[in-house]
């Protein structure tokens, strides 16, 4: 199994910044993939970002230039940098982990992180 915690989230003013951290821990071999996601209400869950162990980093056209997603190998945590936030980045943020075990692939949610982007 691998759990995860998030931190970070709360209430920021338009134009604001937040930084979003998921730690992962559990037994498993390796990080395959990682990436945030977020959920408004009455909304889908939509792709924020995704970033491989190689460090390559894929992001949705609305949050470009705007956000940005790392990780640390050695913690198991992903981060994601957000700038220059707008209302309509307001919902709850989800990171997510693949990764490989014993037998085989696992996919894993965190447990949401509300952001809310207001004056």
């Known amino acids: 199994q691998v759990q995860l915690v998030e931190s970070g989230g709360g209430l920021v003013q338009p134009g604001g910044s937040l930084r979003l951290s998921c730690a992962a821990s559990?037994?498993?071999?390796?990080?395959?993939?990682m990436g945030w996601y977020r959920q408004a209400p009455g909304k889908e869950r939509e792709l924020v970002a995704t970033?491989?162990?190689?460090?390559?980093?894929n992001y949705a056209d609305s949050v470009k230039g705007r956000f940005t997603i790392s990780r640390d190998i050695a913690k198991n945590t992903m981060y994601l940098q957000m700038n220059s936030l707008r209302p309509e980045d307001t919902a709850v943020y989800y990171c997510?982990?693949?990764?490989?075990?014993?037998?085989?692939?696992?996919?894993?949610w965190g447990q949401g992180t509300q952001v809310t982007v207001s004056s």
């Open positions: 970033i491989t162990m190689r460090g390559n980093a």
């Open positions: 997510n982990y693949d990764v490989r075990y014993l037998y085989g692939n696992l996919n894993s």
């Open positions: 559990g037994r498993f071999i390796s990080i395959n993939a």
